[in-house]
C-alpha cells in the first residue's frame, strides 16, 4: 500500500467487474458524484458471453488515502464481483478509441491532416470533399496530441470512448 | 434472472399471488413484526396481511415513523426491522428513515409500493423513481420487475441488510408484480455470487494488534457500534478482553451499553460532549484500539490533533470504515465479536509480559482526571427551585434503576436529538447492550418517539422510555395515536426548556447570543396533548415534583408524557468545539470556566464553518 499521508495526487485507473443488473452504473457514479472523488474517464460494457457481468474502467484521481478509499467504496457496493486497481497493482495497458473530424478544403490542410494521421497511425474511416473523419486508438494522451494537432486544420467534432485498461502478462481482475 | 421468465401453467397452478408469495418469504425469513402505512399501490399486500395470522401490521401514522419504529425494533432485538409503504409519498416520506438506519448500520428491509411496470416512468399517480431516491438512501435497493425474481429478492435483501455492516434495503415492488401470480423459491443455502462480507480476523493482524497492546504504557479501548451490532456475546468478549488486559474503556454514543458503565475500568463517552477524562485518555494514549468505531467527526475532533502519539488499531468489519479519516497502522477487518474472542486468545498466546507498572501510572494518571468530576452541576434543593435537565435525567436514571429491582423489567431509553440526547448519554447509565436507541449519525429528531413504540413492540412488558426535548417530540407527535391504538405504555420525557437547546447553545458561543428563530413560541400544553391522544399527561416546574412525577409515570400503565420544565439557559459540557482538539475542552460554570467567548478554547474561524 502506498503511503497514506502523502498528499501528492495520482491518477488510477480502476477496474470494476460488477454484475450485469439494471441501476449498477448509477449507484457507482453516484458514488463518486455523492463522495466527491473525481470521474476523469468512465466506461461500461458487458464482458462476460451470457452477458451476467459487465466490466466498468474508471480513470480516477486523488491523494493515495482517497484512492484507496474510493476501492474500498467501490467493493462494498452489493453487486460488485471485484476491484483492482490497475495503476498500483502494476504493469498494464490502457487503451481508448477516438472518433474525429476534421473540416478543411484547403489543399494544405487536407495533407498536412492526412500526413499527421499517417504518422500517429489514425485511419481514414471517412472521407468527403470537404472533410475527414479518422479512428485512432492510443493512450489518452496520444489522443490529445493528435486532437491538438488537428485543431488548426480544422477539428469539427470529436467523439471518445474513455479508457479501456487491461493487466500485462497473466494477471487477471 | 434465475429460472425462466414467463410461467408455464404448472407453474401457475401451484403458485400463488405476488402478495402471498412476499409473505411466505418474509415467513420464512422469521419475520413478526411489519411497521407500515397502506396506500394505492400496495393493497395486494395488504389483502394478503389481512388473510393471514402468522406476521403482526403496525399501522403507523407517518411512513418516517415507520421506518424509525423498525430501527427501535431492530436495536432492541438485533434481528431485521421490516417496513410497508406505499409508492411516491410513502416512499419519500420514509427516505429519512432510511438514511437514518444507514448512517446508524441498523438493518432494515422497507417494502414500498410501485405503479405496474408498464406505468413506469409515464409520471403515473403516486409515481416516484423509488429507487433512483433511495439508492444513496439505502445499503442497496431492488426494483422486482418480473414475478419470477420476486421471492428471490427477498431473500436477498434480508441477507444483504443483516450481513457485514447491516443497513437498509428497499424492495420497490410494482402493483402489477403483487397481483399476478408468481413462483417461491425457498431461502438460497449457497452463498451470494458477489456479497461476501469478510466476519473471521485475519491472524496476522491480531497479532500484530496484541504485540502493540501488550508493550504500550497508555493504551486505551475506544469501543463503538460494531460491538452492539455484533451482539451481546461481542459486548460479554469486550467485558473479558478489558479485564483481561486492565485497559481503559471508552465508548461512542452508539456504543452505549456494550460495556458497563458502573465498571471502574469505564471513562464514559467520548467525543464532543464526552466526558474529561474520556478524552484525555484518548488524546495522551500511545495505543488506541478502535473496536467497531468509525472515528466519526463527532469523535475526533480536529483531526491533525487527534491523538497525536498513539499507534492505532481498527477492528471494522467495513473496510471502507478503515483509513477514510484517520490513518491506522494495523487495519483488522472482521467482526467485532470475533476479533475481541481472537483478541483474547491471541492475548493468552503471546508470551511477551505486559508492561503493567506504565500501565498502573497511566490509570493513577486517568484517577486525576477523573478527580476532576466533569459532569458536576449544581441543583438547589429549596422548594420551588428550577429542575436542571443534568439532574432530571440522573433522577430518571436512579429510579428506573429501582423500578427494575423491584419488578425485574429492563429499562429500554430512546432519544430524540439534541441537549436533552446528550444529557441522557452521559448521566443515563446503561449496563446491558440493545438498551439505548438514539439516531447518532444522521442526527434526526423525531426519532425517539416511533423508536421507543417499536422497542415496545418486541418488548411488551418492558419499560420504554423516549428522553425528549419539546421541539424534537412534535416532529413525530403523531405517533401518540398509535400508542394508544395498540397500548402501548411508552413514556415520553420531555425535557422542556421551550428553546432547540443545542441550536440555541451554538448560537450563544459562537453567534453572539443572537437566538434567531431558536426559541419556541406557542408550545402546545404537553398534558391536554397526552389526554387528546388518550394516555396520560403529568408536568414538573420545580424540583420538589420532580421525583413524584417520574414515580408517577413509571408506575402509570398507559403511555405518558412527563413534561419536565427546566432550566432555559443551561448548556452541554463538556463540550470540545468544532475544529478543536480532544485537550481543548471546555468544562462547565462549575469549574470556573464556561461558554463566554475569551475562554472558548480552539474556537476558530475554521471551526466556525464546520456543523
Known amino acids: 500500500m502506498s503511503n497514506l499521508q502523502d498528499t501528492a495526487i495520482r491518477s488510477a485507473t480502476i477496474s470494476v467487474l460488477v454484475e450485469n443488473e439494471s441501476g449498477v452504473l448509477a449507484r457507482v457514479i453516484g458514488l463518486f458524484s455523492g463522495r466527491g472523488y473525481n470521474i476523469d474517464s468512465l466506461t461500461v460494457a458487458p464482458v462476460e458471453t451470457d452477458r451476467a457481468r459487465s466490466r466498468i474502467n474508471v480513470v480516477t484521481s486523488g491523494t493515495p488515502m482517497v484512492i484507496e478509499q474510493i476501492k474500498a467504496q467501490l467493493d462494498r457496493l452489493v453487486p460488485v464481483h ?71 486544420l480544422g477539428l469539427a467534432e470529436v467523439s471518445r470512448t474513455g479508457v479501456a485498461a487491461i493487466a500485462r502478462g497473466t494477471r487477471v481482475i | 434472472m434465475t429460472q425462466t421468465d414467463t410461467l408455464s401453467p404448472s407453474d401457475i397452478a401451484q403458485t400463488q399471488s405476488g402478495a402471498e408469495i412476499l409473505l411466505r418469504a418474509l415467513k420464512e ?23 393471514q395470522n402468522a406476521i403482526r401490521h403496525i399501522l403507523v401514522r407517518h411512513e418516517q415513523a415507520a421506518v424509525h419504529a423498525a430501527e427501535g425494533y431492530a436495536r ?45 416512468g409515464n409520471d403515473a399517480f403516486q409515481e416516484a423513481d423509488t429507487t433512483g431516491i433511495t439508492r444513496p438512501a439505502t445499503k442497496h435497493n431492488y426494483l422486482v420487475k418480473k414475478s419470477a425474481d420476486l421471492a428471490r429478492v427477498v431473500h436477498e435483501a434480508f441477507y444483504v441488510a443483516r450481513s457485514g455492516r447491516p443497513g437498509p434495503v428497499v424492495i420497490d415492488l410494482p402493483k402489477d408484480i403483487l397481483i399476478n401470480p408468481a413462483p417461491y423459491t425457498a431461502k438460497p443455502a449457497a452463498a451470494h455470487r458477489s456479497y461476501r462480507p469478510q466476519t473471521a480476523p485475519d491472524g496476522a493482524q491480531i497479532a500484530k494488534a496484541i504485540s502493540l497492546l501488550k508493550n504500550a504504557k497508555r493504551p486505551v479501548i475506544y469501543s463503538g457500534g460494531g460491538v452492539i451490532n455484533s451482539g451481546p456475546q461481542a459486548s460479554d468478549a469486550l467485558v473479558r478482553f478489558a479485564k483481561l488486559t486492565g485497559i481503559p474503556v471508552t465508548s461512542t454514543l452508539m456504543g452505549l451499553g456494550a460495556y458497563p458503565s458502573n465498571d471502574s475500568q469505564f471513562l464514559g463517552m467520548l467525543g464532543m460532549h464526552g466526558t474529561y477524562e474520556a478524552n484525555l485518555v484518548m488524546h495522551g494514549s500511545d495505543v488506541m484500539l478502535n473496536m467497531g468505531a468509525r472515528f466519526d467527526d463527532r469523535v475526533t475532533g480536529r483531526l491533525n490533533a487527534f491523538a497525536p502519539n498513539s499507534r492505532k488499531i481498527h477492528v471494522d468489519i467495513d473496510p471502507s470504515s478503515i483509513n477514510k479519516n484517520v490513518a491506522v497502522e494495523v487495519p483488522v477487518i472482521a467482526d467485532a465479536g470475533l476479533a475481541l474472542e481472537a483478541m483474547i486468545e491471541a492475548w493468552h498466546a503471546d508470551p511477551a509480559t505486559q508492561n503493567t507498572a506504565a500501565l498502573a501510572e497511566w490509570w493513577a494518571q486517568i484517577e486525576a482526571w477523573r478527580a476532576v468530576n466533569c459532569l458536576k452541576f449544581r441543583q438547589t434543593t429549596e422548594k420551588g427551585g428550577i429542575i436542571k435537565p443534568q439532574h432530571a435525567i440522573q433522577r430518571l436514571y436512579e429510579l428506573t434503576r429501582e423500578h427494575e429491582a423491584k419488578t425485574g423489567k429492563p429499562t429500554f431509553i430512546s432519544t430524540e436529538v439534541g441537549q436533552h440526547q446528550m444529557w441522557a448519554a452521559q448521566y443515563f447509565r446503561f449496563d446491558k447492550p440493545n438498551r439505548w436507541m438514539t439516531s447518532g449519525g444522521l442526527g434526526t429528531m423525531g426519532y425517539g418517539l416511533p423508536a421507543a413504540m417499536g422497542v415496545q413492540i418486541a418488548h411488551p412488558d418492558a419499560l420504554c422510555i423516549d428522553i425528549a426535548g419539546e421541539a424534537s417530540i412534535l416532529m413525530n407527535i403523531q405517533e401518540m395515536a398509535t400508542l394508544a391504538q395498540y397500548r402501548l405504555p411508552v413514556k415520553v420525557f420531555i425535557l ?47 424540583i420538589d415534583e420532580l421525583d413524584d412525577v417520574i414515580r408517577a409515570m413509571l408506575a402509570e400503565p398507559r403511555a405518558v408524557i412527563a413534561d419536565i420544565c427546566v432550566d432555559q439557559t443551561e448548556n452541554c459540557f463538556p ?36 456543523v
Open chain 1, 82 to 152: 471485484r476491484v483492482a486497481d490497475l495503476t498500483q497493482d502494476g504493469p498494464h495497458i490502457a487503451r481508448e478509441m477516438a472518433l474525429i473530424k476534421v473540416v478543411a478544403q484547403a489543399g494544405h490542410a487536407r495533407t498536412e491532416a492526412l500526413r499527421l494521421a499517417d504518422a500517429f497511425r489514425a485511419r481514414v474511416v471517412d472521407a468527403t470533399t470537404e472533410s475527414f473523419v479518422f479512428e485512432m486508438t492510443g493512450q489518452t494522451d496520444k489522443l490529445d496530441a493528435f486532437v491538438d494537432l488537428m485543431r488548426p
Open chain 2, 29 to 51: 425469513q422469521e419475520v413478526e413484526v411489519i411497521f407500515g402505512y397502506p396506500g394505492g399501490a400496495v393493497l395486494p399486500i395488504y389483502d394478503a396481511i389481512f388473510q
Open chain 2, 76 to 120: 432492541s432485538t438485533g434481528k431485521v426491522g421490516v417496513v410497508l409503504v406505499t409508492s411516491g409519498p410513502g416512499a419519500t416520506n420514509a427516505v429519512t428513515g432510511l438514511v437514518d438506519a444507514l448512517m446508524d448500520s441498523i438493518p432494515v428491509v422497507c417494502l414500498t409500493g410501485q405503479v405496474p411496470t408498464h406505468l413506469i
Open chain 2, 496 to 542: 422542556n426548556n421551550q428553546y432547540m437547546g443545542m441550536v440555541r447553545q451554538w448560537q450563544e458561543l459562537l453567534h453572539g447570543s443572537r437566538y434567531s428563530e431558536s426559541y419556541s413560541e406557542a408550545l402546545p400544553d404537553f398534558v391536554r396533548l397526552a389526554d387528546a391522544f388518550h394516555g396520560v399527561g403529568m408536568r414538573a416546574t420545580s
Open chain 2, 575 to 610: 463540550m470540545i468545539p468544532s475544529g478543536a482538539a480532544h485537550n481543548e475542552m471546555i468544562l462547565g460554570p462549575e469549574h470556573g470556566t464556561g461558554l463566554n467567548k475569551g475562554n472558548a478554547a480552539g474556537l476558530t474561524d475554521e471551526g466556525l464553518v464546520l
